[in-house]
């Protein structure tokens, strides 16, 4: 599967969602936590939004110390977004499919039909 992003204007096409870039995904969605609990420092957290980025586009940002954070955590966003939108839309295409189908059956299409003429 292909992944993309949109970031700044330019498209990116992502590495594969292997097991280890799902780690990743998992730690970078975990650090808010992390940073609360004292775990590690907020600096911390941004170098490793930083690492992702970076290692996700392949290009190189301007040095961590003049990046605009609230830019580095919107990308962060995106490509985790990017990753989990195709599970996603299947999800809600499969559940839409469903209710298509149930809304299809005779006992519904009658109630559905009796309700229309009790509220003209």
């Known amino acids: 599967m ?4 949109e970031l700044n204007g330019k498209t990116y096409n992502l590495p594969a969602r292997t097991l280890e870039m799902d780690d990743r995904i998992t730690m970078i969605r975990d650090l808010d936590r992390r940073v609360k609990s004292g775990e590690i420092t907020r600096r ?9 980025v970076t290692d996700c586009t392949g ?12 830019d580095l955590e919107i990308s962060v966003v995106e490509i985790v977004n990017a990753y989990q939108r195709p599970a996603a839309q299947a999800k809600i295409e499969k559940s839409l499919e469903s209710l298509r189908d149930l809304t299809e059956r005779p006992e ?3 109630m559905f039909f009796a309700l229309d003429r009790i509220n003209p």
């Open 2 to 5: 292909e992944y993309h992003v």
């Open 44 to 52: 911390e957290a941004r170098q490793e939004q930083y690492s992702f």
């Open 59 to 70: 290009e190189p940002l301007l040095p961590l110390e003049q990046v605009d954070v609230g």
């Open 108 to 110: 519904f299409k009658k």
